[in-house]
């Protein structure tokens, strides 16, 4: 058996607040956190009745005062006024043998954050409607591929190229580095031009060997080398013929292909390699590079005439790191296009974004796309934080090691405020007698109190009330 002593010292060790009071609502006992809850001192309600702290605008409403009346358990949410505080009230009857109300049992818990939370998730959610809205309204549809343009100069990018494909015949030269998007560039010409439903061949001149990049290009007859189809094969131009061909890495193809590739776009024809039959082209050129190729004819290692055969319109796409208001909607369209390919629900923390907008990004979008779809796959949780994040998005500050971080020898400011504050607090409650003296005293607000000295009590500090 507890003895009642014992009880009471357990009841005054409960997180919650909890009070006691007769069959009248006058207090018989309520211990440290219901005082500290009401913002009022703990010896001050022994004694009060229920109805007189309702009628002072302690708080907004009372689930005793209707327990008593009703003879059932009741739960109220209610505000204490003194503290701003949200609580849920719950306060249980006990009855005696002829089923009078001899004594309720009130148990009170700070729902202040829960409530704080709810209201922060609806917003959340319509700041991701608004979002997706705005992201929907940033998307360019075209094929396999889906373009975002937030920021002012991609913005210009996607407009030039729209403007550029309604002109059928103009050859587009589109500069930029290694995974700005130069492809989808290219395809949102050709779905924007009149050649949209006619055939498209791309290739990435830096991939084929040397000596099989004429034949890919132009195509060969049958028996032309040692290998080759017994029946020939069309080359790119030739399969793209009617259509669009996309020339990826130009500033890659060798200066005997440059001469051979300059002849076809002036002549519109292409003979197939062990061929004499110059076949018709009727072919749209676009070509893109991640290299200089002003540079490159200064050094002769392109040739100036294809240059500018191919140069008739350029178009330059910014780096990510010169349009950092496109990372945002970058993130939020692959974190949907990557959950919908794993069937995942991942999704990002706020103070992790500004982590991807600090970092320059020299892969551009494509490493922004695999670094989220690496996240997504190895982050456990569904919410990726920013110990998820690889060390080339942390600052310095924060990659610093354990043992150099013990090697100095300074305590952390958050830390000597944290110490100083609650020392503060302890004086004044101890002097004043009561928290709202104590917030008056301080220049706070009693929440403001009553918040830390919860967050005390959780680390094991105690304050006396």
């Given at each position: 058996?507890?003895?009642?002593?014992?009880?009471?010292?357990?009841?005054?060790?409960?997180?919650?607040?909890?009070?006691?009071?007769?069959?009248?609502?006058?207090?018989?006992?309520?211990?440290?956190?219901?005082?500290?809850?009401?913002?009022?001192?703990?010896?001050?309600?022994?004694?009060?009745?229920?109805?007189?702290?309702?009628?002072?605008?302690?708080?907004?409403?009372?689930a005793i005062?209707?327990?008593?009346k009703?003879?059932?358990?009741?739960?109220?949410?209610c505000?204490?006024?003194?503290?701003?505080?949200?609580?849920?009230?719950?306060?249980?009857?006990?009855?005696?043998?002829?089923?009078?109300?001899?004594?309720v049992?009130?148990?009170?818990?700070d729902?202040?954050?829960?409530?704080?939370?709810?209201?922060?998730?609806r917003?959340?959610?319509?700041?991701?409607?608004?979002?997706?809205?705005?992201?929907?309204?940033?998307?360019?549809?075209?094929?396999?591929?889906?373009?975002?343009?937030?920021?002012?100069a991609?913005?210009?990018v996607?407009?030039?190229a729209?403007?550029?494909?309604?002109?059928?015949?103009?050859?587009?030269l589109?500069?930029?580095e290694s995974?700005?998007?130069?492809?989808?560039?290219?395809?949102?010409?050709?779905?924007?031009?009149?050649?949209k439903?006619?055939?498209?061949?791309?290739?990435?001149?830096?991939?084929?060997?040397?000596?099989?990049?004429?034949?890919?290009?132009?195509?060969?007859?049958?028996?032309?080398?040692?290998?080759?189809d017994?029946?020939?094969?069309?080359?790119?131009?030739?399969?793209?013929?009617?259509?669009?061909?996309?020339l990826?890495?130009?500033?890659?193809?060798?200066?005997?292909m440059?001469?051979k590739?300059?002849?076809?776009?002036?002549?519109?024809?292409?003979?197939?390699?062990?061929?004499?039959?110059?076949?018709?082209?009727?072919?749209?050129?676009?070509?893109?590079?991640?290299?200089?190729?002003?540079?490159?004819v200064r050094?002769?290692?392109?040739?100036e005439?294809?240059?500018?055969?191919?140069?008739?319109?350029?178009?330059?796409?910014?780096?990510?790191?010169?349009?950092?208001?496109?990372?945002?909607p970058?993130?939020?369209?692959?974190?949907?296009?990557?959950?919908?390919?794993?069937g995942t629900?991942?999704?990002?923390f706020?103070?992790?974004?500004?982590?991807?907008?600090?970092?320059?990004?020299?892969?551009n979008?494509?490493?922004l796309?695999?670094?989220?779809?690496?996240?997504?796959?190895?982050?456990?949780?569904?919410?990726?934080?920013?110990?998820?994040?690889?060390?080339?998005?942390?600052?310095?500050?924060?990659?610093?090691?354990?043992?150099?971080a013990?090697?100095?020898?300074?305590?952390?400011?958050?830390?000597?405020?944290e110490?100083?504050?609650?020392?503060?607090?302890?004086?004044a409650?101890?002097?004043?007698?009561?928290?709202?003296?104590?917030?008056?005293a301080?220049?706070?607000?009693?929440?403001?109190?009553?918040?830390?000295?919860?967050?005390?009590k959780?680390?094991?500090?105690?304050?006396?009330?």
């Amino acid at each position: 058996m507890i003895d009642s002593y014992s009880l009471i010292k357990m009841l005054e060790f409960s997180y919650d607040g909890i009070w006691i009071t007769d069959g009248d609502g006058k207090i018989l006992f309520a211990n440290a956190a219901n005082a500290t809850l009401l913002g009022v001192n703990q010896s001050e309600l022994i004694g009060q009745t229920t109805q007189q702290l309702l009628d002072d605008r302690v708080f907004s409403d009372s689930a005793i005062l209707e327990a008593i009346k009703k003879k059932q358990q009741i739960s109220k949410v209610c505000y204490n006024y003194n503290t701003k505080l949200t609580v849920l009230a719950t306060a249980t009857p006990i009855l005696d043998e002829d089923g009078n109300v001899k004594h309720v049992f009130n148990n009170v818990r700070d729902i202040t954050k829960l409530s704080q939370l709810q209201g922060s998730l609806r917003e959340k959610d319509e700041i991701i409607l608004q979002q997706n809205r705005q992201l929907e309204s940033m998307k360019i549809r075209m094929g396999m591929g889906t373009i975002v343009a937030n920021s002012k100069a991609f913005g210009a990018v996607v407009e030039l190229a729209q403007r550029v494909a309604a002109f059928d015949g103009a050859t587009v030269l589109i500069l930029g580095e290694s995974g700005t998007g130069k492809e989808l560039i290219a395809e949102l010409i050709v779905n924007h031009s009149a050649r949209k439903n006619k055939p498209y061949r791309q290739v990435n001149c830096g991939a084929i060997p040397e000596n099989l990049i004429e034949s890919e290009l132009f195509g060969y007859e049958k028996g032309a080398f040692t290998g080759a189809d017994s029946k020939g094969r069309k080359g790119l131009f030739e399969a793209a013929n009617g259509g669009t061909v996309f020339l990826d890495e130009i500033g890659d193809l060798p200066l005997h292909m440059q001469v051979k590739l300059l002849r076809v776009l002036q002549q519109k024809k292409v003979t197939r390699v062990g061929g004499a039959e110059e076949i018709a082209l009727n072919v749209r050129v676009i070509a893109a590079t991640n290299k200089n190729l002003e540079e490159m004819v200064r050094n002769n290692q392109f040739r100036e005439d294809l240059y500018y055969r191919l140069n008739v319109v350029s178009i330059s796409i910014p780096p990510l790191r010169e349009r950092k208001e496109d990372i945002v909607p970058l993130i939020n369209h692959f974190l949907t296009v990557i959950n919908q390919k794993y069937g995942t629900q991942k999704s990002i923390f706020s103070d992790t974004v500004d982590r991807f907008e600090s970092y320059d990004w020299p892969g551009n979008v494509r490493e922004l796309e695999n670094l989220l779809e690496n996240l997504v796959i190895t982050t456990p949780g569904n919410i990726i934080c920013r110990e998820n994040l690889p060390k080339k998005l942390i600052s310095g500050a924060e990659r610093l090691a354990p043992s150099d971080a013990q090697n100095h020898a300074v305590v952390p400011l958050r830390t000597t405020v944290e110490q100083a504050e609650r020392g503060a607090i302890e004086e004044a409650i101890r002097r004043c007698g009561s928290i709202r003296k104590a917030a008056s005293a301080l220049h706070v607000d009693p929440s403001t109190i009553v918040r830390k000295m919860q967050g005390y009590k959780q680390e094991n500090l105690s304050i006396e009330t």
